[in-house]
């Protein structure tokens, strides 16, 4: 073999190990939150052309996310157990209750972030509970795997509730509406509706637009990240592609978008939905990215949901609820 192609081979191998290293590096920090005290990195579109090559060199901080409030309502805290371990859950009743809200936050989120939601639910009449996914706020363990384990944490709630009298909702955005849709298609869980949140298509799609918002190619990073993140954390993860497992789901379901989201594209959104077996509606927020859509839509997020809640149950495919 000529020398040069000898160099060439090496040069190639050697980039190969350093891409797989750095890869493997980046998905352990990206699945496991650190105990250590801290801020989150900032989202890729809010870091500075320095601080994304920073992020690129040495991988996020991510410490483990904390519940930095609690509810303003009456509530208790109930301690659930999951597969992935013990699961802290805020409870709340009210009077003659028209059914149950369970509610899934994101990633590295907690169940304190969805405290505003919650009480909008306890205002329409449901009681509500929230979740911490395992590895979050005060629940067992530092894991988190964007939503394939957190389908385990989704089927223990679930079930929790509909041992309890009245009919259960389900409200996950992000990573808990992905956790919601595999706990749907691959657990056999059957709660009485979905009121999901921007799910994205699939982990790649997801790793892809993380790479896009750093403006830094996504091949082969995006799918070595993929690959090791699924090994370090025993499962496949090319398999965590919420289209596929919204074909599976019969659940009356109602999806939500924001057209300003720059992590969930337009494509991936009408996939799951048009992926979606069951009874289905959708809204979209003019304007709104990968955010809580009360924010700027207050009045429009609560009516959605409020007809959701009441209708949805109820509906077929053709009959709309909410424009799209």
Known sequence: MPRVMKRLLLFATIAFVVMNVVAAF??????????????????????????????????????????????????????????????????????????????????TSSKSKLLPEASYFRSLGYNVLLTDFAGNGGSAGNVCTVGHHEAED????????????????????????????????????????????????????????????????????????????????????????????????????????????PRVTPQETNAIYQALRGPKQRQDFPGSGHEPYWWKHRELWQQTLAQALQHLPATSSSSPLVSH
């Open 154 to 261: 989704v089927a223990a709630v679930t079930r929790w509730l509909q041992r309890r009298p009245g009919p259960v909702f389900l409200y996950a955005n992000s990573m808990g509406a992905v956790a919601t849709l595999r706990a749907e298609a691959e657990l056999g869980v059957r709660p009485t509706a979905n009121l999901l949140e921007c799910p994205y298509g699939s982990m790649l799609q997801t790793a892809q637009s993380r790479f896009r918002s750093m403006h830094v190619p996504s091949f082969p990073m995006a799918n070595l990240l993929v690959f090791w993140g699924g090994v370090e954390n025993n499962f496949w993860a090319f398999d965590l592609d919420a289209t596929a497992y919204a074909a599976q789901v019969t659940t009356p379901t109602l999806l939500l978008w924001g057209t300003a989201d």
């Open 26 to 107: 980046h998905a352990w920090r990206f699945t496991h939150f650190t105990i250590e005290a801290g801020t989150h990195t900032d989202n890729p579109e809010q870091l500075t052309p320095l601080e994304k090559i920073g992020v690129l060199l040495t991988g996020i901080k991510n410490p483990k996310p904390t519940n930095r409030t609690t509810p303003a309502f009456p509530y208790s805290t109930q301690y659930l157990i999951s597969p992935n371990g013990r699961l802290e859950t805020w409870y709340s009743t009210v009077p003659q209750p028209r059914g149950t809200v369970a509610l899934f936050h994101g990633y």
